[in-house]
Structure formats: C-alpha cells, structure tokens
C-alpha cells in the first residue's frame, strides 16, 4: 500500500484536510482546532466523527499539522495527543500556521509573510530560517487586521450606534438581535474569536461603503504598524499573505502597502495547495 498523508491546515474557525496518496487526493474542512480554544478531547471528537478519517490504521500515515495556536510545545501537545491517541499508528508533526504560509510563498526566496484570517501573525524568512518577531497577544489584545478585529470594531460601532444610519439598519435587518442578545451572544459563544469574525462578511455584503472602506482601512494600517514593519527587511522584500480577510479585501490591502512603499507578493486564500505540493512524495 503506498504511502498516505495527511495534512491539515487549521485556522481558528475551520480547519482544512487533504489526504494525499500517490493516486488521489480526499478533502475536508472541519472545525478550527486551535489550542488556545480546544482541548485534545475536542480533536479527539472531531476526528471520529467524520468517516474521512477511516483509514488512520494505515501503518504508513503521516501527519502534517499546520495550526494556528501552535506555537508553543504545552500547545502543540494539546494537537498532538489528540491526533496521537486518534491515529496510534501515524507519525505526527505539529507546525504553527505561518509555517504553512512560508512554505506555500516563499519557496527559498526572502520574504515577510503575513496570516490574516480569523487571526494575524506576521514573520520574516531569510530563504533559510524563520525570525518570528514579537509573540503574538492573540485575538484579545492583538490580532491587528484580522477578522477578529474587524468584527470587534463594527460590533463596537453598531452597539455604540456611530455606524451610519443605513448600515445600523440593514444590521438589524440582517442578524435581528437586539443590543443585549449580541452582547450575550458574544460573551457566551464556545468559539468568541470566531463569532466576533464572522461579522465580517455583514462588511463583505456593504464592500463599496465608504465606512467599510475607512474601517479596514485603518485595521490593515494597524497590521502593518504592529506587525510587518517591525522587521527592517519589509522595506526591501515582498510582504506575501495568506488568509481569507487578506484575499477579499485585496484592493484595500494594496492601497496600504502603497502607502507604506511595501512591495505587495502573493495573496492566497489558503496555503493547502502549496502544501501538498511541499509533502506529497
């Protein structure tokens, strides 16, 4: 039987699988596995509920984790027993998102590389090795530019009722809650960066708005502010991004770095299809 890997690619609200053989390719998305938020039994559950993941008794498996969240060995461990204890057999490797990013953009050439979904993070890659910078705060206190952040400012100004008339209108045409079913909404959801996130597309539907133009205009801005530029070389090699925010909101993401005299590099939706070009044999 020839070799099987999977790999999976996980982000804070969903988490991508592809498993690879030498003849096809099988693909799911399921919940985000990030260990800030989960636990192994959570992992645990996740894998036996889907029948995709039925042939984990193959002696030959290999797993390759790319996870955001995964940053630290007390975090990775969180993933790795779960799959562990789910795949007894497999060998199973845990590597932080961006990881994943570097590998699907740069190849072996320099580059800052940036995530934007859910969360943000943001590294440089010299063509051999990683410098991370600053830890990240997480989706709290940082996550600069992410959807998580974008989702915490228009809720903020929808509360606050400062978003124009018109959109506090279709808001509440739209998702029908009232102020106080939000808010509980928010603080009693399992999964609040991701709650938070998901407002986003309510921008995505109001794209040509001036408001949602200012508003993440001003969150990309704080991105490159608190994440791009604090390596010296962002000046001098391309800033590639991966994530869902970073690939739908393109054109306002190049205006900034125009601003910045940032050279724009790759934008993707997801970095899956460099990975399995990176794993498969």
Not at 57 to 69: Q, T, V
Request: proline share 5%; hydrophobic share 35%.
């Amino acid at each position: 039987m020839s070799k099987l890997i999977l790999i999976g690619e996980s982000g804070s609200t969903k988490t991508d699988w592809v498993l690879v053989s030498d003849s096809h390719q099988k693909h799911l998305t399921t919940i985000g596995l990030n260990p800030f938020i989960v636990d192994s039994a959570t992992v645990i559950e996740t894998i036996d509920e889907h029948e995709f993941f039925s042939e984990k008794s193959n002696k030959d498996l290999e797993i390759h984790f790319y996870g955001s969240g995964c940053s630290t060995p007390e975090r990775n461990a969180v993933i790795s027993s779960g799959l562990e204890l789910s795949f007894p057999k497999a060998a199973v490797t845990i590597y932080h998102d961006i990881q994943a990013a570097v590998n699907a953009t740069c190849s072996e050439t320099p580059g800052v590389v940036g995530i934007i979904g859910t969360g943000s993070n943001c590294v440089y890659f010299d063509g051999k090795s990683i410098n991370y910078g600053h830890p990240s705060p997480g989706y709290l206190l940082g996550d600069e530019g992410a959807g998580s952040n974008i989702g915490k400012v228009l809720l903020r100004d929808i509360l606050y009722e400062i978003a124009p008339s018109d959109l506090l209108e279709s808001f509440r045409e739209t998702y029908n809650l009232s102020p106080a079913q939000l808010i509980d909404e928010v603080y009693n959801s399992p999964l609040p960066n991701a709650y938070i996130a998901s407002y986003v597309q309510f921008l995505g539907q109001h794209s040509k708005h001036q408001y949602t133009k200012e508003l993440l205009h001003r969150c990309f801005t704080q991105f490159v502010k608190f994440h791009v530029v604090q390596f010296p070389e962002s000046m001098h090699v391309p800033l590639h991004l991966v994530g869902s925010i970073a690939y739908h909101f393109e054109n306002i993401i190049t205006d900034v770095l125009g601003e910045w005299n940032i050279e724009k590099g790759q934008i993707l939706k997801s970095p899956l299809e460099g990975l399995i070009d990176f794993h498969k044999p």
